[in-house]
T-cell receptor, first 115, second 110 residues
Framework: DTGVSQDPRHKITKRGQNVTFRCDPISEHNRLYWYRQTLGQGPEFLTYFQNEAQLEKSRLLSDRFSAERPKGSFSTLEIQRTEQGDSAMYLC?????????????FGEGSWLTVV | RKEVEQDPGPFNVPEGATVAFNCTYSNSASQSFFWYRQDCRKEPKLLMSVYSSGNEDGRFTAQLNRASQYISLLIRDSKLSDSATYLCVVRGGSQGNLIFGKGTKLSVKP
């Protein structure tokens, strides 16, 4: 499978714990995005990378959230001191470059439940 | 005002019906427009891009009106398999990230 892969697919954690999600984009895609989706809403942009550089962060990305893409390939999204409001599906996506015509492909998402 | 707004839905239609979804966007600098389809608890998948001249892909027709900042999607002869949530998506400006509407749920009944 050469699509965007995310791990873990499902995570249940207790409030206050830290969680980390990993995303492996489609190879040679230099743009990588993170989105969050809650029930009944469309995906909300969190942040994106061009290679290893984090170019944009949404104001939704509080200081408990941090994303990295150290070698310009896979990326991690860490949530510290999780809260129940963090329960959502976290979607990773990738695209080839920043041209507006380049299709963005999504992974299957990582479901987070904070209890 | 939200950046991308869609019909609230849900739309419940019989097989064979024609259904239309509408969407408006607020950023006049937006450059690219899409419809994505999302099945329950799955990731969004690109259905079709939307071009200024309008474009068609089988039973699906997309239209863009830049002056009104309005996008539409028409589905003809709807099938049971068309049941899903349809997301209006806008991309543009210097960021290049996608901005999604809340989505409109479509249920096609036998």
């Amino acid at each position: 499978d050469t699509g965007v892969s995310q791990d873990p697919r499902h995570k249940i954690t207790k409030r206050g714990q830290n969680v980390t999600f990993r995303c492996d984009p489609i190879s040679e895609h230099n743009r990588l995005y993170w989105y969050r989706q809650t029930l009944g809403q469309g995906p909300e942009f969190l942040t994106y990378f061009q290679n290893e550089a984090q170019l944009e962060k949404s104001r939704l990305l509080s200081d408990r959230f941090s994303a990295e893409r150290p070698k310009g390939s896979f990326s991690t999204l860490e949530i510290q001191r999780t809260e129940q409001g963090d329960s959502a599906m976290y979607l990773c996506a990738s695209s080839l470059g920043q041209h507006s015509g380049n299709t963005i492909y999504f992974g299957e998402g990582s479901w987070l439940t904070v209890v | 005002r939200k950046e991308v707004e869609q019909d609230p839905g849900p739309f419940n239609v019989p097989e064979g019906a024609t259904v239309a979804f509408n969407c408006t966007y607020s950023n006049s600098a937006s450059q690219s427009f899409f419809w994505y389809r999302q099945d329950c608890r799955k990731e969004p998948k690109l259905l079709m891009s939307v071009y200024s001249s309008g474009n068609e892909d089988g039973r699906f027709t997309a239209q863009l009106n830049r002056a009104s900042q309005y996008i539409s999607l028409l589905i003809r002869d709807s099938k049971l398999s068309d049941s899903a949530t349809y997301l209006c998506v806008v991309r543009g400006g210097s960021q290049g990230n996608l901005i999604f509407g809340k989505g409109t749920k479509l249920s096609v009944k036998p």
